[in-house]
């Protein structure tokens, strides 16, 4: 039950109150539990340690604006009107779990030092959080947002959860950033003005069976791929995901982006999908080789430019392989002179790209044998077996090339994409 000295006491202002506050150690509690009270103003009061709220009614309008808990807060099942915490320290854990009713709640500019738990809290009428910092976990599970919410430009420090909330009215986010997780699994949001522009998540954040009354708006957001740190070197160094449902985190993004038709976002995430998929799933033997190096030479069908570096060095390797590979015959006029060495290189260089030619019509073969003619002197003379291992080769790998080129180009100048 309330204290009376303690009711008494904060009735007669801050003044006294800090007055008191100042002489009193970190293990002074004030207990103002399962009471009914209408003290309006708790503006800039100092709370040494502990304080208890547990079950009270705040019968009219409160504020604690700029007040400092260097304590523990418990506010469980309590029950506010209008309540102001603008620019509010909380140095300690914060309970408000239960809390029965917010009119209109303000938390903008609150520091949270500590855990804060608000699940199961029921805002009537509105929330407004913007600019709040919440350093440890924040935990907003199952609560109810029956009015607008807004988080904008809010921090959260380590891990937020959302999961099974309730947004009924207008909710924005913009801005916000996560560095920890971001759990919003199994939340609804019913107003289709479902704001998550510009947030920074610094961990993939959990969609999956969220409930949108519309496609959210993600413009402009920035998810980083979070890889494991408790793992062997070369792990990390190959990026392997942070946790093994993050695959399945992504294909909920690229969903949302997909049904955003932001096709630039959605072909981020698919390749992170896919990039996330090593070493937790179970594959055919092979298959994180075959993710890795899709991955190297076209981010999974997102570059166009790197299959073509990887096209123009293969060309290059080829070139110099049927060059060296190539002796001519003892009667060629390239044999001896110096000046048709260099001829010899350039024809070496036009067999590689007609290599690359597989499937160009052919008109390609009669440039091929004079330029074979040029390095042996001759147009039937074979390479031996590493120029036709070498032709072979760069002809698989320069099909499979091409193929990411043109994939490449398909996705950056498809109708609906980001471009760029």
């Known amino acids: 039950m309330s204290n009376n000295e303690d009711r008494g006491r904060a009735a007669s202002g801050a003044a006294k109150w800090n007055a008191w506050a100042e002489i009193r150690s970190e293990s002074s509690s004030v207990d103002l539990s399962n009471d009914t009270l209408e003290i309006r103003d708790f503006s800039s009061f100092v709370f040494p340690g502990s304080v208890i709220f547990d079950g009270t009614r705040f019968a009219v309008d409160v504020s604690f604006r700029g007040a400092c808990f260097?304590?523990?807060?418990?506010?469980?099942g309590a029950v506010f009107e209008n309540a102001d915490f603008r620019s509010a320290r909380f140095e300690n854990e914060v309970h408000f779990s239960n809390v029965r009713s917010f009119l209109n709640a303000d938390f903008s500019l609150a520091y949270f030092a500590s855990e804060s738990h608000w699940h199961q809290v029921q805002f009537t009428e509105s929330a407004n959080f913007r600019n709040?910092?919440?350093q440890e976990f924040a935990n907003f599970e199952g609560t109810r947002f029956l009015g607008a919410s807004i988080f904008e430009d809010a921090i959260f420090r380590e891990a937020a959860r959302f999961r099974g909330a309730s947004f009924l009215k207008q909710v924005s986010f913009q801005r916000t950033k996560f560095s920890g997780d971001a759990?919003?699994?199994g939340s609804s949001f019913i107003d289709p003005r479902t704001d998550f522009s510009a947030v920074q998540f610094a961990k993939v954040p959990d969609f999956r069976s969220v409930e949108f009354k519309v496609t959210?708006?993600?413009?402009?957001?920035?998810v980083r791929y979070a890889v494991i740190q408790d793992a062997p070197w070369w792990q990390r160094a190959l990026k392997r995901a942070q946790d093994a449902e993050d695959?399945?985190?992504y294909r909920r993004l690229k969903q949302l982006a997909a049904d955003a038709k932001d096709h630039e976002q959605e072909l981020k995430y698919f390749a992170m999908e896919l990039r996330a998929k090593r070493f937790w799933t179970k594959s055919p033997f092979g298959a994180d080789i075959v993710n890795l190096l899709y991955d190297w030479v076209s981010s999974f069908g997102q570059s166009v430019g790197r299959p073509v570096l990887v096209l123009l060095s293969v060309t290059a390797l080829s070139t110099a392989i049927l060059y060296m590979s190539a002796t001519p015959t003892i009667d060629s006029p390239y044999s001896e002179q110096p000046a048709a060495q260099g001829v010899r290189v350039v024809a070496a260089f036009r067999v590689a790209l007609s290599n690359i030619a597989l499937l160009i019509g052919g008109d390609k073969w009669g440039s091929r044998a004079a330029a074979v003619k040029q390095l042996w002197g001759s147009e039937s003379t074979s390479f031996g077996a590493l120029g036709d291992l070498a032709a072979l080769g760069q002809s698989a790998v320069s099909l499979f090339l091409i193929f990411l080129i043109g994939l490449g180009l398909r996705n950056r100048f498809r109708i609906g994409g980001g471009g760029g």
Request: glycine share 4%; charged share 25%; aromatic share 18%.
């Open 70 to 76: 260097k304590g523990p807060v418990f506010f469980r």
């Open 132 to 134: 709040a910092t919440f």
């Open 183 to 185: 759990d919003f699994s």
């Open 216 to 222: 959210p708006n993600l413009h402009d957001s920035k």
């Open 247 to 249: 695959a399945a985190r």
